[in-house]
């Protein structure tokens, strides 16, 4: 995204009535394409995080997407609820007290269920009395693909114009500003929004900055479950099963299609943008079947598709919110979300216009820099998932 600034600006994220003087929203490929990380059905907003930083923007975003509802007239949120589920004495165990003590200390309720309570709750599960979880009644879905057309509408709405098939080759400093060089033609401006997921590093490349990003394709599947009355949106929640491993099972509730979605988070190979296939995993697909028969099996139904995404990951896991400044460039801003970001997209938005326009946000973003040692340290050790260094461990039955 490339900015004229005049005093304040809206730009495609952040939907909002103020003065836009100029907002250019570039894209690569066709809008709507399936070639990175923000396409398909859902996605899981929640509010149980291990670390405080995020519940406060958490918080945020429930109301900005309640904003760009209103405005639209379009349900994009559906709340469902939000289990994340551990066996007792793991490490997992170990996240989720995590998760409750962040929690608390942010104000937000949460209940706590153990072994058949579980059940009684939720009887889709085969729960068994090693099992404790922590339920937050707020987390839900975000309908993915409608709010980024709801998205981009509002955006065009409010004076932004979005080029699509616009490929970014180069970024260069023009006297006092900024020119961004693409394959529909260059573009003169005072800011620079980068917001390009697994090609960060490719557009950042002709500003002599590399980030240390680790580039992985996952994948989801839907099962055609029999029993689509029990796992509507109304009935089921959003699920986590936190194992201590890398990769960690979710399962979603049917919206969009009459598929029960489920997928490991993190586990895919390493790739990059360029080298990425579309072919799902049949290996991790089983997987993903495993673990639905064993605590869902009634979820189960025939494969209705896998779906292949790319991961854009920092060695900490955390965003990446900062400007440029150390590589010469304090009018070029960069968000990496480590493929954690759709559900924040409209709060995140904001910030990154706050920090376009007035050079400072709001919100603390302090974990985010460039600074921090997981970004500026080169022997940083790369640990994705609970202090777990990134691997494709073979997932042991969790019952």
């Known amino acids: 995204m490339i900015i004229q600034i005049q005093k304040k600006i809206c730009n495609e994220y952040n939907i909002c009535i103020i003065v836009v003087v100029g907002v250019l929203g570039l894209e690569q490929f066709n809008l709507g394409h399936d070639n990175g990380g923000s396409q398909d059905r859902t996605r899981i907003l929640r509010l149980s995080y291990s670390a405080c930083e995020y519940i406060p923007l958490a918080k945020g975003t429930k109301e900005a997407w309640g904003e760009a509802e209103r405005e639209s007239g379009m349900q994009l949120v559906y709340t469902t609820g939000g289990l994340d589920i551990a066996k007792r004495g793991t490490p997992g165990h170990e996240c989720l007290e995590k998760f409750a003590k962040s929690m608390t200390a942010q104000n937000v309720e949460f209940e ?182 064993e605590l869902c099996p009634r979820a189960l139904g025939p494969t209705l598709y896998t779906k292949t995404c790319l991961y854009a990951l920092t060695p900490d896991r955390n965003y990446i919110m900062d400007t440029c400044e150390e590589a010469g460039h304090r009018d070029i801003i960069v968000f990496v979300g480590a493929a954690h970001a759709y559900k924040m997209a409209p709060v995140l938005g904001k910030i990154l216009s706050q920090l376009a326009i007035d050079g400072r946000t709001t919100y603390d973003i302090s974990s985010f820099t460039m600074k921090r040692p997981a970004i500026s340290d080169p022997s940083y050790p790369p640990c994705f998932k609970l202090d777990v260094p990134v691997k494709d461990d073979i997932l042991p039955s969790y019952l």
């Open 112 to 293: 706590r269920y153990e072994g058949q309570s579980i059940r009684k709750k939720f009887p889709q599960f085969l729960a068994t009395p090693k099992w404790i979880s922590l339920y937050q009644k707020d987390a839900g879905i975000i309908d993915a693909a409608l709010a980024n057309a709801v998205h981009i509408q509002l955006a065009r709405k409010h004076g932004a114009t979005i080029l699509e098939n616009a490929a970014v080759l180069r970024i260069v400093k023009e006297g006092n500003q900024t020119k961004v060089c693409t394959s529909q033609g260059d573009f003169l401006c005072k800011k620079v929004i980068v917001t390009s997921g697994a090609w960060t590093n490719d557009v950042l490349s002709s500003i002599g900055l590399k980030l240390p990003i680790t580039v992985t394709q996952e994948q989801v599947t839907y099962f055609a479950t029999p029993h689509m009355n029990e796992f509507t949106k109304d009935r089921f929640p959003v699920v986590f099963l936190h194992t201590g491993l890398p990769a960690a099972p979710y399962f979603i509730p049917i919206h969009g299609n009459t598929g029960f979605k489920t997928g490991l988070d993190l586990g895919g190979p390493v790739i990059t943008p360029h080298t990425r296939t579309f072919i799902p995993d049949e290996r991790r697909r089983k997987k993903e079947r495993n673990y639905v028969a």
